[in-house]
């Protein structure tokens, strides 16, 4: 695994190639809302833990509120084999538009703060409804050329920033893409979890075989509505797995988001380490803070 470059460098090569999109990535909610919190499609669809079934465990526990926005310092490490390690930190903005204008289901926007030389690069992602049917659209800002440039994806497989999440790790994934098999308790550590096992239902165009994943009921009286995914084993799609992600929580104004993740590539001996912190939720963010021309001006609080 390459270690990261400057923001601008990682989708540049993208932009060099004009390569296509060819289909539809997709991920399940809260799993991965350190990028792309969905809370309000997650509220619609979370059923109560009456009965332990598969897809009653991934419904309650892996669709959580996120709120109606957020900003935050987003960290991203990677480590390679030989153990050398590069750091990037982000400003992150995310705001959840619900799918009522253009059907846009939210918006998320990255600004480079470390290293140095990325100062000023911006990446803009736009996901829309699954029933739309359309692609995620995505911009980065070079501040080189001083040009935005439309960024296609080949492959829900790429590596999003060069880490160990891909494409279709970052975006919704709807409860009824997979088959949920409950399959009983496992210890984890010192902690007792649930464990479920994911599959898709459809095989064409997946880039895992299933996934696994631990769940932990929460503490005292909120029980199944404060329950959590802990970890995650993914499965390449010869059966063979591929990676772990082991995932820490903070809960901000009754929001979920992660706090420090770790997606560990068992294959190719590599990982990558994201860290949130500062983070504000329902801050007021405005629609102005999501267009390209946010993009080149930066994060302005007035703006919100």
């Known amino acids: 695994m390459r270690l990261l470059k400057p923001v601008w460098l990682c989708f540049y090569r993208y932009v060099l190639f004009s390569r296509e999109v ?19 499609v997650g509220a619609d669809i979370q059923e109560e833990v009456d009965v332990l079934t598969g897809k009653s465990l991934v419904s309650q526990c892996g669709y959580k509120y996120s709120g109606k926005d957020q900003t935050s310092t987003f960290t ?13 930190v ?27 030389d990325s100062k000023g690069g911006a990446f803009m992602r736009t996901t829309y409804v699954p029933e739309s049917e359309k692609v995620a659209e995505q ?46 308790k496992e210890k984890v550590g010192d902690v007792s979890l649930h464990k479920v096992e994911s599959t898709p239902r459809v095989v064409k165009g997946e880039i895992y075989s299933k996934r696994l994943f631990w769940i932990e009921k929460g503490v005292g009286i909120g029980g199944w509505d404060d329950c959590l995914v802990k970890k995650i084993a993914y499965y390449d799609i010869k059966g063979v797995l591929l990676k772990e992600q082991l995932l820490n929580w903070q809960k901000v104004g009754g ?20 860290e ?29």
Do not use: C
């Open 22 to 40: 060819v289909k539809r990535s997709s991920r399940v909610a809260i799993f991965l809302s350190v990028l792309v919190p969905v809370g309000s």
């Open 76 to 88: 991203v490490v990677l480590k390679d084999a030989g153990g050398n390690e590069k750091k990037s």
């Open 90 to 116: 982000y400003l992150r903005l995310w705001k959840d538009y619900g799918g009522d204008e253009d059907q846009v289901l939210e918006k998320m926007m990255l600004f480079s703060k470390f290293p140095p």
């Open 139 to 184: 911009w980065i800002y070079l501040p080189v050329l001083r040009k935005i440039r439309r960024v296609t994806i080949r492959d829900p497989g790429d590596r999003f920033l060069n880490s160990d999440l891909t494409y279709q790790d970052v975006s919704y994934r709807g409860i009824d893409e997979d088959e949920h098999f409950y399959i009983g």
């Open 255 to 274: 929001a979920w988001m992660w706090d420090r993740v770790v997606v560990t590539d068992v294959q190719e001996q590599h990982e990558s380490v994201f």
């Open 276 to 304: 949130m912190s500062d983070v504000k939720v329902d801050t007021g963010l405005s629609t102005r803070q999501f267009s390209k021309r946010a993009m080149k001006s930066g994060f302005d609080l007035k703006s919100r």
